[in-house]
Every structure is written in C-alpha cells, then in structure tokens.
C-alpha cells in the first residue's frame, strides 16, 4: 500500500475521485437511461480492443483481406472476437442514438452543458464514420457493393460530388486503394479524434455532474430540499451503472455467440454473381429519403436535408431558448424530434423493404417450355417496357421470336448467338433488364435450354 500512497502523492488522484464518489446525487430510483452514455463508451472500448486484436490477424489489401477473413472465420476464438466487433459497432450506433434521444429528453443539452452536447455530435459523426469505413474491411461482395452505393451518394452533390467520391474512393471505383484509405481512416483518423472527443466529452461530464444531479445544484442554490433526499454518488449508483453496463456487456456477448459475423462471397467488381448492392441497415433511411429527390431535385436529399441536420444537431443548445426542462413545456422541442425519430423508423423500413430481392431461383429446367417457364420471368421482368406494343415485345410467343432489323433476337437451336441472350448476360449492352436486378443464373440458364430446344415449346 506504500506504493499506492507514494503514487498517489504524484498524482493526486484520490482527492478527485473522493469528491466524484461524493458527488450527492437524487436518492430517488434512477432509470438505467441515464446510464446510455456509459454503455456507449463501453461499446467504444469493446471496438478498440476487439479492434487491436483483429488488427493482429487483418491484411489490409485487397489481395489479402478476404483471405485474412476467411482465416478469422476458421478459428474459433478470432472469430468470436470479430463477432464481437460485429455486433460492438452495431450496439455503438444504437446506443449512441439512444444516448441522444434520452439527453434530448431530459433536456441535459441546455444550459450549462451546451459544450457536452456539441463535442457529443462529433462522437456521433465520428461513430457513423467508424461504422461506414469499417464495413468494407471483409472485403467481401456486400462490403465492396455497400461502400459502392455509400460513397456513390456523396457523388450526387452539385460541383464537388465529383471530387467527394474520387477523394472517398481514391480514384473512380471501389478498389485495392480505397480499402487502403478505409483501413487508415479506421484504425487511426476516427479512433483519434474519437478518443479526443470522449476525453473532452467525459471532463464536462465529471466538471458539470450528470445531468441528474441538476436538481440538487439547483436546490442547494436555492436552499431548498430535494424531493426524496440526496445520497453520495458512491456506492449505489456507481453499482447501478455497472450493473447496466455488464447487462448491455452480457447481451453482445449472447449475440456474437447465438449470430456469429458472417462472410459473403470474395468481392467482385464485375459482379458476376450479380449480387443485389444494398446499404448497411443504419444507413437504410438517407438511401431511401435520397430516392424521393429525383434528378434536379436531389441537391435537397445530398445537400439541404444533410446541412439542416449539421445545423440543428450542432445548433440545438442555441437555438432552444426554452429553459424549461419539463416535458409539459416543450412540446414544440418534444413533438419536432418525435416526428423526425418516427419518419427515421419509417423510412429505415421502407428502404429495407425496397431493396430489391434476388429473383427466387427455380432451378434450370432441361427441356422449358415458352408458356410455363419463360414467360412469367420475361413478363415480371421486361414486360414493362417491352410490352405488347411495336417493337420487341415479349408478353407473346411470337413477340419473342420477333426479328430485329439488323439481328435475330433470338436464333433458335443457338443461344450464345441469340441477342436475348447476350442482352441478359450484358455481353451487348445495355444489359438488360435495363435499370433493374439482372435475372438470375438459373433463369438465364433456362431460357438458354429454351433456346437450345428450337425455342419450339410454346
Ligand atoms: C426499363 C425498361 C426496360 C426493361 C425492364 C427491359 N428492357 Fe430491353 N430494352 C429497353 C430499351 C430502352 C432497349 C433499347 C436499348 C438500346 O438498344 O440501346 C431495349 C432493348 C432490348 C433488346 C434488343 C432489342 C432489339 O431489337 O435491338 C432486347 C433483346 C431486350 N431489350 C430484351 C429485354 C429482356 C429479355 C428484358 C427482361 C429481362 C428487358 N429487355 C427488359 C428497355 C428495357
């Protein structure tokens, strides 16, 4: 213990955790809310550490990456680390989210924390940040296409969407250098400034008390009691958050046992596979919000609707002159959040339910027939633009073996020759279904058999 005192004669510690310790808190039952910041801190160190021991065993090329996963996968202690990391960056974004809504709630922004709140926004942006670049790191199909259609959206801002997307991608596409870029964004640019931001963030905390320990500030200026009596900070509620804390610790571990990370097919750019790109699930609802700015208006969705968000999440303390801090007298505050934390719900599954899913595979037939197998797929597929009106339709027996003016479309006996065909696998462009999920392999397939069979059974 001499050597407990000797350091402590250096650093002074035991002073300040005595007066954190004897920080008089409402005796009254708090709510395991108050502790989400906690948690979400807690998810933090669970990312850096899980983080560190991952770095150990990732390759960050895009040659390796994959490969390194797949070897992580393999082993079962680094693969529970990495579903750790999984569902720790999963559990961040909802915590932090959480944290915000419940800080909004109690009106911990306003006066005197005002600082707390803005450094709060950069943990915020910066846990996006972590989770967006972290995504593509597996380097598989649905990292490669997500970060595709992730960075592709910043690419739609007038004049400098251009310079965004090549400054993200490292160049025009998704490649090796990108996962470079990625990679060093991950591990050192945001861990810093989020360690940064938190240590700031943590200071105003203790500097101010939580938020809940306004009403005994606010008392002891007025001379007045608070409702229920005070109590020290330690033991109860010091216990109370570490009981949250390991509850939220207990349940990752529970999910990274139950739903292990897994590990889609080797990203591909050629998309071969034809792999349906969709965002991460947190991402859901900007994708989805972007698709009702069509064409000129999109400069709303990329760059009005982005900036009124910046300026409100960063502005708030400012703005909201109310002092009030009960629910009653805010219901501008109170009503204007929910709406938007409904429309955020809502438009997060409307966009899931939009993504397009794969065509459900039939199987191949060896001898298809044009009514029974063929047309169902042409007609949920093409009908809608080649319908039963001039030019190739394909709701007919006869549309179909329409010949075009310079080429057959289809040749009978050869599909590799036939136009249909080369227009569904893209080898003559524009792919088709224009603009849609091409069809899948097994469906292609079939019509290559129908083909192959004299396109004869009608
Ligand atoms: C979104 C509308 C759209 C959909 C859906 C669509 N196509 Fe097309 N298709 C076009 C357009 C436009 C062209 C002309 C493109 C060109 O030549 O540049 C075309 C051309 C073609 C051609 C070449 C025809 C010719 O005479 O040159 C074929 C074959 C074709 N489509 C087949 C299909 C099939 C099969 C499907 C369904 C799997 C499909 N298309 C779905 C719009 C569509």
């Not at 005595?18 to 160190?45: E, I, M, Q, Y």
């Not at 905390?205 to 409702?227: H, I, N, P, W, Y």
């Not at 310079?406 to 227009?423: A, E, M, N, R, Y």
Request: hydrophobic share 45%; with cysteine; charged share 15%.
């Amino acid at each position: 213990m001499r050597f407990i005192e000797w350091l402590d004669d250096r650093l002074q510690i035991k002073s300040m955790l005595k007066d954190l310790f004897d920080h008089p808190v409402p005796k009254r039952k708090l709510s395991f809310l108050d502790f989400l910041g906690f948690a979400t801190a807690f998810s933090f160190f669970n990312q850096a550490f899980t983080g560190l021991l991952l770095a150990t065993v990732y390759k960050p090329s895009a040659k390796e990456a994959y490969a390194s996963i797949q070897g992580i996968q393999n082993n079962p202690l680094e693969h529970f680390i990495r579903s750790l990391h999984f569902w720790g960056a999963n559990f961040m974004v909802v915590l932090i989210f959480l944290h915000i809504l419940r800080v909004f709630f109690v009106s911990a922004y306003k006066k005197p924390r005002e600082l707390t709140w803005l450094v709060g926004g950069v943990l915020l942006i910066g846990t996006l940040g972590l989770a967006f670049t972290g995504y593509l790191l597996p380097w598989d199909q649905q990292a490669y296409w997500a970060t595709t259609v992730g960075t592709a959206i910043a690419g739609y801002m007038p004049v400098i969407g251009h310079y965004l997307v090549s400054l993200a991608r490292d160049g025009s596409n998704v490649t090796g250098l990108t996962l470079t870029r990625f990679y060093a964004v991950h591990m050192l640019l945001l861990p810093a400034l989020i360690l940064a931001a938190f240590g700031v963030h943590f200071f105003l905390v203790l500097r101010q008390g939580m938020s809940f320990t306004e009403e005994v500030a606010k008392a002891k200026r007025e001379g007045g009691q608070v409702r229920g009596g005070t109590e020290p900070f330690w033991p109860n509620t010091v216990w109370k958050m570490m009981l949250f804390v390991s509850l939220v610790g207990v349940a990752l571990w529970v999910l990274a046992l139950r739903f292990p990370a897994g590990l889609g097919h080797a990203a591909d750019p050629l998309n071969k596979s034809q792999y349906i790109p969709e965002p991460v699930w947190y991402f859901f609802s900007i994708y989805q919000l972007l698709k009702y700015f069509p064409g000129k208006l999109d400069v709303i969705g990329t760059v009005g609707l982005p900036l009124v968000f910046i300026v409100v999440l960063f502005g708030l303390p400012f703005f909201d002159r109310n002092l009030s801090r009960k629910v009653k007298k805010r219901p501008f505050a109170l009503g204007t959040a929910g709406i938007v934390v409904v429309a955020i719900i809502a438009l997060t599954y409307i966009g899931y339910q939009s993504v397009p899913k794969a065509v459900a595979s039939t199987g191949v037939k060896a001898h298809p027939s044009f009514s029974g197998d063929i047309l169902p797929v042409l007609q949920s597929s093409c009908a809608s633009c080649h319908g039963s009106s001039g030019g190739l339709t394909v709701t007919s027996y006869d549309g179909i073996m329409h010949t075009g003016d310079d080429k057959p479309v289809v040749i009978p006996g050869h599909p590799t020759s036939s136009l249909l065909v080369q227009k569904l696998l893209g080898t003559v462009q524009p792919q088709m279904p224009l603009g849609q999920n091409p069809l899948s392999k097994d469906q292609i397939q079939n019509i290559e058999n129908w083909i192959k069979d004299g396109a004869k059974n009608n």
